[in-house]
């Protein structure tokens, strides 16, 4: 009987501890754990926001964790688990939530309980869906596209024109009718030269305008040949990479040669480098016989050596910013992503990690900014010369007692200059630093180490970390200009599309990620982007076939009726017109006059009075010699625009731009009307129409139309002419067709 009590008790005792740890062990992720969550944690870390990185609405995210540490739940280690200790924590700063109620006690031991019984969390029950940020258009394959048939496409010249005729008739509108012949050659001049075509090119065009379409081609390859072409399109791509001839921030100091690259570019583009080897050379040029190209690896503003702190931290942080502009440079230029984002957290919109991020700085980690010297035919020739030179100083030292100390001076100034011209800022490359994840961004918080590996979002080429240093650029250069890669190629016609319509496809020229806008025509930019590639990635075939289609050949002139459908001619039933930028006025200004030089190359001449320094940049007011060249040549002040110029929407260098607003201020009117330049300007041009003209006001005027718009005036235009220059001069009125819309405007 006694033995049968015994185990009846045990038994009772058995099912009593086997209850209570059921009761523990029973812990329901969704009738117990996700209740919590919802209620304490959501609001900062769930659909709308993450704050930190965190987010807890979706398994795989609340297991990765946040910034700054791991795995926020650690499976089986509550201990370890930064939830439980930040929903604990005694100090209320620290605390989560932040507001409102804290959790209770059970609402901790539950939270407890379930890590360390394994944090069980089924799949398919998360509020929300993680969002595949990798389907995205710009990141799929260019599609092969099929041209549009059109039931009437009498108006179209091109299969450009018939995709952009497909999408008006989507849209119930009709292209415009072509602009004047004269229009149109003011208009294509300006575009690819940044300069007014000249009376004899006007008089040649109108000639041979009879001959129909050779006599349009005529003028495109006329201009396209022109070094003038390579000085125009060169700025734009300056605007992009932030090229500027002083280092930055607060010193500011001169950046004495950075010009070297700018003449790259120039070259470049005027002898239509294609666009793969173009990327390729400004990434590894040193490899490539093109040193100044990899100018554009430093072209953002960078700390000097006595700028930065001299403790160990203070340094670390500077080499991170220097390599992060690399990154940021490689990123928006080529890729048309913000890759710099995912610098202190994975990017908040595109699939960018921050490991994406990490790992390529370790392609260019190795990359210093610095002068380095290099080698060209033309440095050879400088080399050269310095040992002619130094054979002549030899000799004059040795007769200096003769009175030659002059010439020794002389020569040493020459000496000194032929060899400082073979110095380009075009990066110092050396062992890469090793890269690690950091956390939060912060040098003083590194995590893993990371091997050079292309965007996971684009690929899984990733190199051995014992790569070298210029084979690290080099097979980066090789992924970008791949005729197979996503970006690259509708990237570029992208851009080539905005400076010759005003915007592009896709607005966001420098973003082609989810924040940015979708392309107005989808198909004409994979369309486009195949043509660029099967053309060799030839730029100047681009503008050809750009310049000379239907689209790019229409009137400007506003229709009401089509404004009220497409406000913004994103749609193109019209050629958008637009003011010139500032370097074209201050160009065509002194090109009409006859004044403009067109010596080309070389340092850059001064808009102020100084290179470089802290402030109090005093503006030089009158130009003669070597400031009368084109304005792409002047010496660039980073964050210093020019006097009068600048007002014009001219970028400072600081950040990238992608595209120049056009503001409308009052001071453009007076710096435009009352400015030393513009006085003087307007006085050489004056004189040459009197030379003209002779005493004649009628035609002093006549000419003052054809010179400067490539029009005689209209008779009610002469009227109110003849008595401003009667009574004012002739010099009032040229600063008046200076200042006309006419003058400034793209027609």
């Given at each position: 009987m006694y033995a049968i009590t015994a185990y009846l008790t045990l038994l009772a005792a058995s099912i009593a501890i086997g209850i209570a740890n059921a009761d523990a062990a029973d812990i329901d992720f969704v009738r117990d754990v996700q209740p919590i969550l919802q209620t304490h944690c959501y609001s900062c870390h769930g659909q709308a926001k993450q704050k930190s990185g965190l987010r807890l609405d979706i398994k795989s995210e609340a297991f990765e964790g946040g910034e700054g540490w791991g795995s926020s739940i650690v499976p089986e280690d509550s201990t370890d688990s930064p939830l439980i200790e930040l929903v604990s924590s005694d100090d209320e700063y620290s605390r989560m939530p932040p507001e409102g109620e804290p959790l209770s006690d059970s609402e901790i031991r539950t939270l407890t309980d379930w890590i360390?019984?394994?944090?069980?969390?089924?799949?398919?029950?998360?509020?929300?869906?993680?969002?595949?940020?990798?389907?995205?258009?710009?990141?799929?394959p260019i599609a092969l596209t099929e041209v549009p048939a059109l039931d009437d496409d009498e108006w179209t010249r091109s299969d450009l024109d018939r995709f952009i005729l497909a999408k008006l008739e989507q849209n119930g509108l009709t292209p415009s009718s072509p602009a004047p012949a004269v229009t149109w050659l003011r208009r294509v001049t300006f575009d690819l030269t940044g300069l007014p075509p000249t009376p004899e090119e006007v008089d040649e065009f109108v000639k041979?305008?009879?001959?129909?379409?050779?006599?349009?081609?005529?003028?495109?390859?006329?201009?396209?040949?022109?070094?003038?072409?390579?000085?125009?399109?060169?700025?734009?791509?300056?605007?992009?990479?932030?090229?500027?001839?002083?280092?930055g921030f607060e010193v500011n100091t001169d950046r004495p040669h950075a010009w070297p690259y700018r003449d790259y570019v120039i070259e470049a583009f005027n002898r239509d480098t294609p666009y793969d080897r173009f990327i390729k050379e400004q990434i590894v040029g040193d490899a490539m016989g093109q040193d100044a190209a990899t100018g554009f690896l430093v072209t953002a503003s960078v700390l000097l050596p006595g700028q930065i702190g001299k403790d160990a931290p203070s340094k670390r942080l500077a080499r991170q910013d220097a390599i992060d502009e690399i990154v940021n440079n490689i990123g928006q230029t080529f890729l048309g992503l913000s890759v710099g984002c995912a610098r202190c957290h994975d990017h908040k919109f595109d699939a960018i990690s921050a490991k994406d991020y990490y790992a390529m700085q370790a392609f260019v980690a190795g990359v210093e900014y610095a002068d380095r010297e290099i080698r060209s035919p033309q440095t050879d020739a400088l080399k050269k010369s310095a040992e002619e030179l130094r054979e002549q100083l030899a000799s004059i030292e040795q007769q200096l007692a003769t009175g030659l100390l002059d010439q020794k001076g002389a020569l040493e100034k020459r000496i000194k200059t032929a060899e400082t011209e073979k110095l380009a800022f075009a990066g110092k490359f050396r062992e890469p630093d090793d890269i690690h994840l950091l956390r939060r961004g912060d040098p003083e918080q590194p995590a893993e180490r990371v091997a050079p590996a292309v965007l996971s979002a684009l690929g899984d080429l990733t190199l051995p970390v014992e790569t070298g240093e210029q084979d690290r650029r080099r097979i980066l250069a090789d992924w970008i200009a791949d005729p197979h890669h996503p970006l690259t190629a509708r990237v570029?016609?992208?851009?080539?599309w905005q400076w010759h319509f005003g915007v592009g496809l896709v607005e966001t020229a420098n973003d082609f990620g989810r924040n940015g806008t979708p392309p107005s025509h989808p198909e004409l930019l994979d369309w486009l982007a195949t043509q660029f590639i099967d053309s060799g990635w030839s730029m100047k075939s681009m503008h050809r076939m750009i310049v000379l289609s239907a689209t790019y050949r229409q009137d400007a002139v506003i229709r009401p009726d089509a404004a009220a459908l497409d406000a913004d001619v994103r749609l193109l039933w019209r050629y958008p017109s637009r003011r010139l930028e500032g370097e074209a006025i201050r160009d065509s200004m002194l090109a009409v006059n006859g004044q403009l030089n067109l010596k080309m190359g070389g340092r850059g001449f001064l808009l102020f009075k100084q290179r470089g320094g802290l402030s109090g940049f005093t503006p030089i007011e009158s130009f003669t010699g070597e400031g009368l060249r084109r304005m792409i040549y002047a010496h660039k002040v980073r964050r210093e625009p020019d006097a009068i110029f600048g007002a014009f929407d001219c970028p400072d260098g600081g950040q990238s731009t992608a595209r120049r607003t056009e503001s409308t201020t009052p001071i453009q009117a007076l710096n435009?009307?009352?400015?030393?330049?513009?006085?003087?300007?307007?006085?050489?041009?004056?004189?040459?129409?009197?030379?003209?003209?002779?005493?004649d006001v009628t035609e002093q005027i006549r000419e003052a139309y054809w010179l400067g718009l490539n029009r005689l005036p209209e008779p009610d235009e002469l009227a109110d002419a003849l008595p401003v220059v009667r009574e004012h001069g002739l010099k009032t009125f040229c600063r008046a067709l200076f200042n006309s819309n006419e003058f400034l405007f793209l027609p």
């Open positions: 360390d019984e394994g944090a069980m969390w089924p799949d398919g029950v998360d509020l929300a869906q993680v969002e595949d940020r990798t389907d995205h258009w710009s990141l799929k041979r305008e009879s001959d129909g379409e050779s006599a349009y081609a005529a003028v495109v390859d006329r201009l396209l040949a022109s070094p003038r072409y390579g000085e125009r399109w060169a700025q734009h791509w300056l605007d992009v990479v932030r090229y500027a001839d002083t280092h570029m016609v992208n851009r080539l435009l009307f009352n400015s030393r330049f513009t006085i003087e300007q307007a006085e050489k041009f004056s004189a040459s129409l009197e030379q003209l003209a002779g005493d």
